[in-house]
């Protein structure tokens, strides 16, 4: 099993995938300005998890459909589908081999659901997927690391605490960089009380700025535009 297929369980959605509801709406706002997306539109979701996103942009009344690696996570994005009555397509597939039937007219990639792979060519295919999926003049939005930033603030251990309904769990991330292969690399522990429950391990490429943009060219894409954040500042 790969890295990423053990990573994303239950414990790492409860953790870090319940996004609140300000950090939606604004990352929201942000992927419809800047892919022009209208009621009507159709959208890819790529890496959608349990469908933080989807979810409520079916809701603004966008024709999502998602995919994303771990079928569990597709059943709770569906299940939230369900509870706010909207319809999105969801599908539990890897997202570096599939495209949808239908172009679509915006596709995303968010929080940081790239660089999997130590081998760019690997990488690349995530990129070239997006654009496979996009009609004609169709945009793409790519959310990863700042690595500049990453690099001056590094922090080793982060320790993140949060009520999930197992009860209050600690998650424990210790991260380092190898240099020599240009990876993130992250050791992940999570506690229930006292008790480590479960560990994980995960590493992830560290692209400079210009290497994303090369790679997006590569890809098909042009006119490329970075930004800092969701409120539009340059990177």
């Not at 690391?145 to 998650?171: H, Y």
């Not at 006292?194 to 590569?218: C, F, K, N, W």
Request: aromatic residues 8%; charged residues 30%.
């Amino acid at each position: 099993m790969s890295w990423w297929g053990a990573l994303y369980d239950d414990w790492l959605a409860d953790q870090l995938l319940e996004r609140g509801d300000e950090e939606v709406k604004e990352t929201l706002d942000f992927l419809i300005d800047r892919l022009d997306l209208r009621a009507g539109d159709r959208v890819l979701d790529q890496c959608c998890g349990v469908g933080s996103l989807s979810v409520p942009l079916a809701s603004r009344g966008v024709r999502v459909v998602g995919i994303d690696q771990a079928a569990s996570y597709i059943d709770r994005a569906r299940a939230a589908a369900t509870e706010r009555e909207v319809e999105v397509e969801l599908i539990a597939g890897d997202a570096t081999e599939w495209t949808p039937k239908t172009p679509v007219k915006g596709a995303f990639n968010w929080w940081t659901s790239f660089g999997y792979s130590s081998r760019d060519d690997e990488n690349q295919k995530m990129l070239a997927r997006a654009r496979d999926a996009l009609v004609v003049g169709g945009k793409f939005a790519l959310d990863t690391m700042n690595v500049p930033a990453v690099l001056r603030g590094f922090q080793r251990d982060v320790a993140l605490r949060r009520s999930t309904p197992r009860g209050e769990v600690l998650l424990l991330r210790e991260s380092s960089i190898d240099l020599q292969r240009g990876m993130m690399l992250k050791n992940w522990s999570y506690f229930l009380g006292d008790r480590r429950v479960t560990e994980h391990r995960s590493e992830v490429r560290l692209y400079m700025p210009d290497q994303i943009v090369a790679m997006l060219g590569a890809a098909g894409f042009s006119d490329v535009e970075l930004f800092g954040s969701v409120a539009g500042e340059p990177l």
